[in-house]
């Protein structure tokens, strides 16, 4: 399936959310400005998924994600993440047009935004652009970023619960810190958690032997 340009109408504003690759991530990067991660409302997100979706698996996600976006660009921290998929995100709100970057990757099982506002040229000398800063409520508000994030999140949801019944490409990935396995493979998804390092690496190398892709990176 070709990557996915999705279009999300929120109350106030519009968003358009375009996959891109990690170099002009980086490009785009150097020219932003940090915003701070809503950490209560990613709990928030997190409960609600076990409520309303507690068949929803990691590999799910990871599968959802791969499906509309391809194979994770590999700008994530392989200890504590397994993936991290890099967008550009362009906002319309009361006519007025903004661009952020976000990286939406995986934390010890869980996920996070990473939010940075593409500063224009007579902006950029206006912040510290090394200190993370508060939403800016006349582009894109927290509200608005929280609607945003549940709403990609169930999306992609309600994407795996129409298209798992075809989904055949098997995969293994791995988060260390959480000593954690998941993946796809025997026709099935699956996700294990183990109690000790060693018990973790062993399982490792056991599925490596099936020459399933494991931990595969985009390599652009």
């Not at 391809?70 to 007025?96: Q, V, W």
């Not at 989904?167 to 396995?181: G, K, P, Q, T």
Request: aromatic share 18%; glycine share 4%; charged share 30%.
């Amino acid at each position: 399936m070709s990557k996915e340009i999705l279009k999300i109408d929120l109350k106030t504003a519009q968003c358009v959310l375009i996959p891109i690759d990690e170099k002009k991530y980086a490009r785009l990067w150097d020219k932003g400005i940090p915003i701070f991660h809503d950490y209560e409302h990613y709990i928030h997100i997190s409960r609600t998924l076990k409520n309303d979706a507690p068949d929803f698996l990691h590999s799910h996600l990871y599968a959802a994600l791969k499906t509309l976006f391809g194979e994770t660009a590999a700008m994530y921290d392989d200890y504590k993440c397994s993936f991290g998929y890099p967008f550009l995100l362009e906002i319309t709100k009361d006519r007025r047009k903004t661009r952020y970057l976000l990286n939406f990757t995986d934390m010890k099982g869980g996920f996070n935004f990473f939010f940075r506002k593409i500063a224009r040229e007579n902006e950029r000398n206006k912040y510290n652009r090394d200190v993370l800063q508060e939403p800016f409520e006349n582009e894109f508000s927290r509200e608005e970023m929280r609607d945003f994030m549940g709403w990609f999140v169930f999306y992609l949801v309600g994407f795996m619960k129409s298209y798992r019944k075809y989904y055949n490409e098997a995969f293994l990935r791995s988060v260390d810190a959480a000593l954690m396995i998941y993946g796809f493979k025997d026709s099935d998804f699956f996700e294990e958690y183990y109690d000790d390092w060693d018990q973790y690496q062993q399982a490792i190398e056991e599925l490596k032997k099936t020459n399933i892709p494991y931990n595969k990176v985009n390599p652009n």
